[in-house]
């Protein structure tokens, strides 16, 4: 069965380091999006992508943050000056074009900021 | 704003005995309610959807149901590797899929 995979599975930066998530989301899928899960806290939305733009951006996803993707198989969650704050389980999903059709999540990015 | 509540927070069940979980929502509008099993270090993975009330959907030992304030995870004689934490979802608008998510129950099923 298809699946969306995520790189790295962990990922270590110093705070105000730039880090780079990387999605490949699954192939016949049109709709993208980003979630992260701080530890013991609820999965919050990010921001959602779709035709190459943002489609939906939550008010934890500020000018620090940015998605691009950048070819055809891959899709990017940046953070330009990472904060202790944002360490967190990042998740990448996506869906089928079909509107009401679940989002499949990726196993997510586990970043530390220290 | 949007809210969905689980409970209980932790349910530890013997193997065999069936229960149910809650979720209940304040979600304007809602279009979807969406159930996921999460394992420890692994994202969310796709059970259910459920769009309208009344609507009951099954797989295995789970079934879901969904009233107009809530929804319900029945589990039917559960086995060890249905330990997990379920997640539900709200969404109220299909295109962005903004879901609000629940805090989720973590299952505990003992041989």
């Known amino acids: 069965e298809p699946e969306v995979t995520q790189t790295p599975s962990h990922q270590v930066t110093q705070m105000g380091q730039e880090v780079i998530l990387r999605c490949v989301p699954i192939s016949n899928h049109l709709y993208f999006y980003w979630y992260r899960q701080i530890l013991g806290q609820k999965v919050e939305f990010l921001v959602s992508?779709?035709?190459?733009?943002?489609?939906?951006k939550s008010e934890i996803f500020d000018d620090q943050f940015s998605v691009e993707r950048p070819d055809g198989s891959n899709f990017t969650l940046k953070i330009r000056s990472t904060k202790l704050e944002d360490s967190a389980m990042y998740f990448c999903a996506s869906r089928r074009q079909n509107l009401g059709s679940p989002l499949h999540f990726g196993n997510g990015t586990r970043l530390t900021v220290t | 704003e949007d809210q969905v509540t689980q409970s209980p927070e932790a349910l530890r069940l013997q193997e065999g005995e069936s229960s149910s979980l809650n979720c209940s929502y304040t979600?304007?509008?809602?279009?979807?309610l969406f159930w996921y099993r999460q394992d420890p270090g692994k994202g969310p993975e796709f059970l259910f959807t459920l769009y309208s009330a009344g609507e009951e959907k099954e797989k295995e030992r789970l079934k879901a149901t969904l009233t107009k304030k809530e929804s319900f995870l029945h589990i039917t004689a559960p086995k060890p590797e249905d330990s997990a934490t379920y997640l539900c979802a709200g969404v109220s608008n299909f295109g962005n899929e903004k879901l609000t998510f629940g805090t989720g129950t973590r299952l505990t099923i003992i041989p």
């Open positions: 992508f779709y035709n190459n733009e943002i489609s939906e």
């Open positions: 979600v304007s509008g809602l279009r979807g």
